[in-house]
């Protein structure tokens, strides 16, 4: 952890922030799994169960049954807490979706935009070092408000094959009875590419590892993908007047996460120091051994001469998760143009989003979100535009389609316009 004021030291900060590509190897590996999915479908899955997650597998059992996951038992506690969240994603979603729309074109006849559902969707929910039960919720939801009808879910499993009894808890609650288990990128490759037992997708969403990751990159266009995103990260903003505690509990909720991320600006030099010491109390006493060495090492504390610094700094960091808490939240938030999600307020930590409030927790990471958004209802819908020209429009504008065409030297183009002129004439 350090604390930072010079602006040399600033400038390596931000430096770091660049996206890094994948290394060779990871590629080679990815492409070779790739290539192995292809060839022998089903039983490439299988081979690469056995060999990274020690799990035999045969084909017929890559498909979780009905039976199993109707009868997955969890805490009654968890159960509650799915179902909790659930409602709140869901009515997030809702709201979400855009309204198909038609207006009447400048020159006559009329044009719109209309939406459609992909077909079918694949889910892939990481279960790693941890299950990640909120992830099933964050993006099976946003797929089930947009209409799409076929949606599958992926996941690791157990040496025994067992499924994360959380997941398949969570997939009964949402009623999505195609689950499959085993090798987690070898999976997103069969879901993409489609084999016996795993048919194609068309979107692929959903966290995962830098193999899961760099699998969405290599078959990107192949089938649609939601984001290609990296580990955690977090920027809070805080000036004096926010209680030193909450921020650092907030930020070590965040750098808890394997290979996250972490940055507080401040306008204070004396907060600074106030929260490094409560960061230090509670890594000491009540998070003792819950962020790693590198994890800390990784948080800095930026100090700055104003919020509109501190907002100038945040927008070049574009962090995946940003929390706002100061005299005047929304002043500060107006000058905001890039983050995956924004929390404002002490009552709202990262956490609530992470699990329960309602915006999907799939976000943007590695300064993307300067140019990309979250997991939305919209990574499952197509945007169709629709036009229609009357006569009196297609008269108005023929001779601009016909001066397009001669000067793009495409003289099929133009003939669209005059054998209609021919016809009218006739």
């Known amino acids: 952890m350090k604390i930072i004021e010079s602006k040399e030291a600033l400038e ?21 799994i790739i290539k192995n999915v292809s060839k022998a479908g089903d039983a490439a899955v299988c081979d690469y169960t056995r060999q990274f997650d020690k799990c035999e597998l045969s084909p017929s059992k890559l498909k979780v049954s009905k039976r199993e996951i109707e009868n997955a038992k969890c805490p009654p506690e968890l159960e509650k807490a799915i179902k909790n969240a659930a409602e709140g994603i869901r009515s997030f979603h809702e709201k979400q979706l855009r309204a ?19 077909r079918r969707a694949g889910i892939y929910v990481p279960a790693g070092t941890a299950p990640l039960v909120s992830s099933v919720l964050m993006s099976v939801i946003p797929a089930q408000v947009a209409g799409v009808k076929s949606i599958c ?11 994360n009894p959380g997941i398949l808890a969570a997939c009964k609650i949402l009623g999505v009875y ?12 069969a879901m993409c590419l489609g084999t016996r037992t795993i048919e194609k997708v068309n979107v692929i969403a959903g966290p995962g590892s830098a193999a899961v ?9 192949c089938v649609n993908v939601d984001l290609i995103a990296g580990p955690s990260e977090s920027l809070i903003i805080a000036d004096e007047s926010a209680e030193a ?20 600006i401040t306008t204070s030099k004396k907060f600074a ?87 999907s927790h799939v976000l943007p990471t590695g300064a ?18 629709v036009m229609k020209a009357d006569k009196a429009a297609f008269g108005k504008m023929s001779e601009t389609m016909e001066v397009f065409s001669r000067y793009e030297q495409l003289p099929a183009h133009g003939f669209t316009s005059r054998v209609r002129k021919e016809k009218n004439n006739s």
């Open 12 to 32: 390596e900060v931000l430096k770091s922030r660049r996206n890094e590509r994948p290394s060779s190897r990871l590629v080679e590996i990815v492409s070779a």
């Open 213 to 221: 990751t760099e699998m969405k990159r290599q078959l990107f266009g």
């Open 245 to 264: 505690r909450f921020v650092a509990a907030d930020i070590l909720s965040q750098a808890e996460h394997h290979g996250s991320s972490t940055y507080i």
């Open 153 to 163: 879910v992926a996941t690791p499993c157990s040496e025994e094959g067992k499924v």
């Open 100 to 118: 198909p729309w038609k207006a009447e074109g400048p020159f006559g006849g009329n044009f719109g935009e209309i939406y459609r559902p992909v």
């Open 368 to 385: 993307a979100a300067a140019f990309m958004s979250g997991l939305s209802t919209a990574t499952f819908l197509k945007r169709m535009s």
């Open 273 to 359: 120091e106030t929260v490094a010491k409560e960061i230090g109390s509670l890594t000491a006493k009540e998070l003792q051994g819950a962020v790693e060495p590198a994890g800390l090492e990784r948080l800095n504390i930026l100090c700055v001469k104003d919020l509109k610094e501190a907002a100038k700094i945040s927008n070049q960091i574009a962090p995946e998760h940003l929390q706002i808490m100061t005299a005047d939240d929304d002043k500060v938030l107006a000058l905001i143009a890039n983050a995956g999600a924004v929390f404002l307020g002490k009552w709202t930590p990262v956490p609530m989003g992470d699990f329960a409030f309602g915006p």
């Open 178 to 189: 195609e689950l499959y288990r085993g090798h987690g990128p070898s999976l997103v490759a």
